[in-house]
């Protein structure tokens, strides 16, 4: 079954104009990872939040973590033609004999309009 | 440094015969795990593998599917016999081990590029 589910599954904006990606998970977590997905190409790790972190910044990402809630979001500022690509969010479940492996939601497919 | 390596990246064969992929982890990593990404059910774990031995398998979808690694620099996913169900693009990816209970889960991981499957 799917932990995390990106919202939206698809997102148009132009370029410099930010974008927004949401997740939502169902179980507890030791932390959150975020991925892009190129057109043909295999994910690349982008940033990963620890479940005692709130918020976290790499250049032109944002993380925010909201373990109430269980959500997180994804900020890309000032969007660039090349930031076109899918974005997944993965989380690590837990059975009663240790971790199920990562499980990633179908992702959200951003395009940035030139 | 070189990256996860898959072959072959495009593989077009016939239900029934058999088919084989490999991956080569990034030196130095611990764990490896296989992935299969369809439109329909998204990215999926099938398997993985913690200093060659292998974790958890309960995503494999039936006898059918059968992985190994047999070193810590190779590892194999075979589907014997193949199905067209089985078109997929399957991806490998390793991570290093940052210590405690569910060690991989807070390293990245680092896939390949993945092998388009086409079973016609």
């Known amino acids: 079954s799917q932990q995390g589910e990106e919202d939206p599954q698809a997102l148009s904006i132009q370029e410099g104009e930010n974008a927004t990606m949401n997740c939502s998970y169902k179980?507890?977590?030791?932390?959150l990872q975020w991925y892009r997905q190129n057109s043909g190409r295999g994910l690349v790790h982008l940033i990963l939040i620890r479940s005692n972190e709130r918020e976290k910044h790499s250049g032109r990402l944002r993380v925010t973590l909201d373990t109430s809630k269980k959500s997180s979001s994804l900020l890309i500022t000032a969007s660039r033609a090349a930031d076109t690509a899918s974005y997944f969010c993965a989380t690590v479940g837990y059975s009663g004999g240790g971790a199920d492996g990562l499980t990633f939601g179908k992702g959200t497919h951003l395009i940035i309009q030139p | 440094d070189a990256g996860v390596i898959q072959s072959p990246r495009h593989e077009v064969t016939e239900m029934g015969q058999e088919v084989t992929l490999r991956c080569k982890p990034i030196s130095g990593h611990d764990y490896l795990f296989w992935y299969r990404q369809t439109m329909m059910r998204g990215l999926e774990l099938l398997i993985y593998f913690n200093n060659n031995v292998p974790i958890d398998d309960s995503g494999m979808p039936e006898d059918r599917f059968s992985a190994k690694m047999p070193n810590a620099s190779f590892s194999t996913l075979k589907i014997q016999p193949s199905e067209p169900r089985d078109s997929a693009v399957y991806f490998c990816a390793s991570s290093l081990s940052g210590g405690g209970q569910g060690a991989f889960s807070n390293q990245p991981q680092h896939f390949g590029d993945g092998t388009r499957l086409s079973i016609l």
């Open positions: 179980t507890s977590i030791n932390n």
